[in-house]
């Protein structure tokens, strides 16, 4: 599994969200952003990734928007993981393997990130 793959890329959102839940950290869009500390890939994949995210309900407080000639992700109230998404990251075998796959490395650099160090 590629380190820019799709399912990499959502898990570590979702566990982002999910560590930033239980440990007080306030949420910020740009800490995943498609150029950040846990991933660097293009506006356009990261755009792709969090529709499906948005649209599959594992996300909360976004929305995406679609025009004529532009896309964006819009914050409408607290960007948090929803209860599908807790069982996404619990329950689903593909994210199961991406978190055997990213191992210590990525807990710590996460942790770094909401201040669980």
Partial sequence: MA???????EYKI???LYES???GHTTA??????????FDITREYWLVIMKDLIDNGYVSGLKYVEAKDMECV???G???ITGAGRQYLRENST??????TLGETFKIVLGGLVGML
């Avoid at 380190?3 to 890329?9: S, Y």
């Fill in 3 to 9: 380190k820019n793959d799709m399912e990499v890329i």
């Fill in 14 to 16: 979702l566990a982002y």
């Fill in 21 to 23: 839940l239980k440990a």
């Fill in 29 to 38: 869009l740009e800490e995943v952003a498609w150029k950040c500390r846990l």
């Fill in 74 to 76: 819009l914050e409408t």
């Fill in 78 to 80: 607290t960007f948090a």
């Fill in 95 to 100: 994210m199961s393997k991406v978190r055997e």
